[in-house]
């Protein structure tokens, strides 16, 4: 019944933004933080940003930090990821996740228990 699906995916030049969208459905949206989270061909998944219930909390990845917003539309079930100044090395699949963790927002996979399918950005150079 808890689903997550991401939208806004799509082809980018180098310097350019972007805003990838996850509408989640199934739960209580506003009792969760959510987080995003990136995956490379070859390589493992990385932690990108979370957000915290009501959005004042927010945690970045050295790699995407004062680049990358991440924020949330309760009322919409929504959580956002807006991709400024992008490079070449935010090409991915970025996938959108529900933490299960209620103290922290945790940078780890094992804290997510539902995912997204993930959409796919590439920055061209």
């Known amino acids: 019944q808890v689903q997550l699906v991401e939208s806004g995916g799509g082809l980018v030049q180098a310097g350019g933004s972007l805003r990838v969208s996850c509408t989640a459905s199934?739960?209580?949206?506003?009792?969760?933080?959510m987080g995003w989270f990136r995956q490379t061909r070859g390589k493992e998944r990385e932690f990108v940003a979370a957000i915290s219930t009501s959005g004042v909390n927010r945690r970045y990845s050295d790699s995407v930090r004062g680049r990358f917003i991440i924020s949330r539309d309760n009322a919409k079930n929504t959580a956002y990821l807006q991709m400024n100044s992008l490079k070449p090395e935010d090409t991915a699949v970025y996938y959108c996740?529900?933490?299960?963790?209620?103290?922290?927002?945790?940078?780890?996979?094992?804290?997510?228990?539902?995912w997204g399918q993930g959409t796919q950005v590439t920055v061209s150079s």
């Open positions: 996740a529900r933490s299960s963790r209620f103290n922290i927002l945790s940078t780890m996979q094992e804290a997510y228990d539902y």
């Open positions: 199934g739960f209580t949206f506003s009792s969760y933080h």
